[in-house]
């Protein structure tokens, strides 16, 4: 996506939320970055310049509902405190009775359909997604699971058309005999693998239709989020290549848990953490200069519940400036104290190391 800065495009997440043409917008990177919370506030952010949101989380660990404080289902919940933001929580596999019965050929096929991988995840894909497109939402927010997942996920449509394949050319050695077995049981031919078949066909339909939305870049945006970690870099450096590969658009990468050398930060720990950080920092710049990248402090605290995700949704669209060069009288005096306290300190463990050997 073009900017009006083509030097260095803007550090927020801002040419999101102009875009009002996006329907699907993808948050994903690698475990433990802080993909729930930064979806959770890009729902928020959008919540407040769109008619109607909806967040799903993809993900089997739901943390959804711990970052809202609120319990969420399968089914679409308003969330509290909002009159236009919605949230679901979507099981990644499908039970066998939603795919058939327990009884008879329903349950030889389900176990067929089954044993193809990735096949459950693919049907309850499309289940959701077939549910999604009955309601109207203005733009659909996927709190995915950790890379791995997320990028079977993109390729559910070829697992589904292996799986169809796969019934098929079982149907066309074995359809005689499924045949007289599906009489013998005295099952219904509207419950038989014809029936099964024609789900699996109706789900690759949707599953189609939605994927050639994936990859029209003014529809969908897959949103990256890291930290300024070696594997974290890796990983976002394999997820952009595998969305690149699947034609799926991504411009904007959010840097979690940023450490600022501001103020009395005076551990030696903490700045040989911000040196690590600003090494892998000056690489993401350099491998995506033609990124929004939005970068993000660390907080001495956990971002959950409604209130905090709002405070802090503001580093979202405008950058966070640290306090470096900026000390007023109040700031020195306060470090001063600080310098004291640990002279004062610094003392005391000296006269104690004095009396320890005057008593050897």
């Not at 890291?226 to 594997?231: K, R």
Request: hydrophobic share 35%.
């Amino acid at each position: 996506m073009a900017t009006d800065d083509q030097e260095i495009p803007e550090g927020s997440v801002q040419n999101i939320l102009d875009q009002d043409s996006l329907k699907w917008v993808f948050v994903g990177g690698k475990g433990g970055v802080g993909k729930t919370t930064c979806s959770s506030i890009l729902s928020i952010l959008l919540a407040r310049v769109r008619s109607s949101v909806l967040i799903i989380s993809t993900d089997p660990a739901h943390n959804l509902s711990d970052a809202f404080q609120q319990r969420f289902t399968k089914n679409p919940t308003l969330v509290n405190g909002f009159t236009n933001l919605y949230a679901m929580e979507v099981d990644p596999n499908v039970d066998n009775d939603e795919i058939g019965g327990n009884d008879g050929m329903d349950s030889v096929f389900s176990e067929l359909a089954n044993a193809i991988p990735g096949i459950d995840e693919a049907m309850s894909f499309a289940e959701m997604l077939k549910l999604v497109q009955t309601m109207d939402y203005s733009v659909i927010v996927f709190d995915t699971a950790p890379t791995g997942h997320t990028l079977r996920l993109l390729q559910f449509p070829s697992t589904l058309e292996k799986g169809l394949q796969k019934m098929m050319s079982l149907k066309s050695k074995f359809g005689g005999l499924l045949s007289q077995m599906t009489r013998m049981f005295g099952i219904d031919d509207e419950f038989g693998e014809d029936a099964l078949l024609g789900r699996l066909e109706g789900m690759k339909d949707v599953i189609e239709q939605v994927n050639r939305q994936f990859k029209d870049p003014d529809l969908t945006t897959f949103i990256c989020v890291c930290i300024p970690e070696f594997l974290s870099l890796y990983e976002t450096e394999r997820l952009v290549q595998e969305l690149t590969k699947f034609e799926i658009d991504t411009h904007n990468i959010i840097i979690n848990q940023v450490l600022y050398d501001e103020e009395d930060v005076e551990s030696k720990l903490l700045k040989a953490r911000m040196r690590m950080q600003q090494k892998y920092l000056d690489q993401f710049y350099m491998l995506y200069d033609d990124f929004h990248i939005t970068k993000l402090r660390l907080l001495p605290e956990e971002v959950t519940g409604v209130e905090a995700l709002k405070d802090f949704s503001s580093h979202f669209v405008t950058p966070y400036q640290p306090s470096t060069s900026r000390d007023t009288v109040e700031e020195l005096e306060r470090k001063i104290e600080t310098l004291r306290r640990q002279l004062t300190d610094a003392e005391e463990e000296l006269e104690k190391l004095r009396k320890g050997k005057q008593t050897e």
